[in-house]
């Protein structure tokens, strides 16, 4: 009878013929349930309740490794009661799941609310079957990752365990990096409503992880990547950030996608601040986003003064913020076709440096110095003052961001 039920129905089967709580997780700990509903992929309510109580994720699956457990884990094809009290505190069942690409991850029954028994070995043993045998024929609806550090790096995004420095030491050892390396964090997007489906999305980290000094892994139905900048060949030929994007750029050409990247940083206690790098990600690949050009990348750096401007408009602030000069500027090129503003927003970028500013803008160094008078004569702008000159500068790309809208 069971034979001829779908994998679903069981699922919905175990709830009746068993009262000790169940679930199947991969090899991060991550809840897995049998459905292609992408709302339904991570149950993670036991996994934050083991959290709460001490028992991380992570802190689980490296405990079992280092006494030996989860090697006799792996090895046992046939599901057993484990009595170690190790990684969940009490008694357990264990079923390895192994399909055509491996060790996928474990079925447990957890013995909390009646003893277990070899009854329960027997659930475990039909319904590990059951999903081995559907995943030789269709396992695109399942993770096909397993690492144990995604879900670690998911939860200093989310702000959860960000100080244990002693658990990040463990992390890098496990994956040979050095915390002391330079790293930054892009998220991958694409322009087009139709998003990846979640087997490509999968393909995508393979492929970026196989090309790049990188681990990567999903998120909101994204792709985040940690790119190690330390660690690509070569890297003294160019900059962190362009090292990063040279990294993924043909992968991002592959799968028509798009990208934002963080600013870099370096050192365990960067990674307290993950979640704040992630973000500077989603802010330049919304920048990135809007950009004609397929495969684009912008880093939060390119994109950082345009961010706050345009923060500084959301809020309203922005006309109380402006500087008048600017607007005087703007409305005398208007009506007189001259680039007045143009200039003094070229030459506040150059540094003040007249050769370099005649030079950006083509023209003469006297016609810039005229220029300048005619500024000077138009608002009296103080440059001799840093505030002034932010302001100005500030105010000149509200400008840009209001006409770009």
Not at 125 to 151: I, Q
Not at 248 to 277: K, N, P, R, W
Not at 387 to 398: M, P, Q
């Amino acid at each position: 009878m069971l034979e001829k039920r779908s994998l679903p129905e069981i699922f919905e089967l175990l709830d009746e013929v068993t009262p000790n709580p169940w679930y199947l997780c991969d090899c991060s700990f991550r809840m897995q349930v049998i459905r292609k509903d992408p709302d339904m992929e991570d149950m993670s309510a036991i996994w934050r309740y083991q959290y709460r109580h001490g028992h991380h994720p992570i802190q689980l699956i490296l405990g079992m490794e280092e006494n030996g457990l989860l090697d006799l884990m792996n090895k046992m094809r046939r599901a057993f009661i484990v009595s170690e009290p190790a990684p969940f505190g009490f008694t357990f069942v264990s079923k390895a799941i192994t399909y055509s690409k491996g060790l996928l991850g474990h079925f447990y029954i957890l013995g909390t609310y009646t003893k277990l028994s070899e009854y329960e070995v027997e659930i475990a043993e039909f319904f590990g079957n059951a999903l081995a045998k559907m995943l030789s024929h269709d396992s695109s609806y399942l993770s096909t990752l397993g690492r144990f550090y995604d879900g670690y790096f998911v939860d200093l995004i989310e702000g959860f365990d960000p100080k244990n420095l002693k658990m990040l030491e463990s992390v890098f050892q496990k994956i040979s990096w050095d915390a002391a390396d330079t790293f930054c964090l892009a998220v991958l997007g694409r322009r087009d409503s139709e998003a990846l489906t979640k087997s490509m999305l999968d393909l995508e980290i393979q492929v970026l992880e196989s090309k790049s000094c990188c681990k990567a892994f999903l998120y909101r139905e994204q792709v985040v990547v940690i790119i190690n900048s330390s660690r690509i060949p070569e890297a003294h030929l160019l900059s962190p950030t362009e090292g990063a994007k040279e990294q993924i750029q043909s992968v991002l050409q592959d799968f028509g996608s798009t990208a934002g990247i963080s600013e870099m940083f370096s050192g365990q206690e960067c990674f307290e601040h993950l979640q704040c790098y992630y973000r500077q990600a989603r802010t330049a690949l919304s920048f990135a986003l809007e950009q004609e050009a397929a495969a684009s990348i912008r880093s939060y750096s390119e994109i950082a003064v345009p961010h706050l401007c345009r923060i500084l408009i959301e809020s309203g602030s922005a006309p109380v913020f402006s500087h008048p000069a600017v607007e005087i500027l703007i409305q005398y090129d208007k009506e007189n076709r001259t680039e007045l503003a143009r200039t003094l927003y070229q030459y506040l970028l150059c540094g003040e440096n007249v050769v370099r500013t005649a030079r950006e803008l083509y023209i003469h160094r006297n016609s810039l110095m005229y220029r300048l008078d005619k500024i000077h004569q138009l608002t009296g702008a103080d440059l001799s003052s840093s505030s002034e000159k932010v302001r100005l500068f500030l105010t000149y790309h509200i400008f840009l961001e209001k006409k770009s809208e």
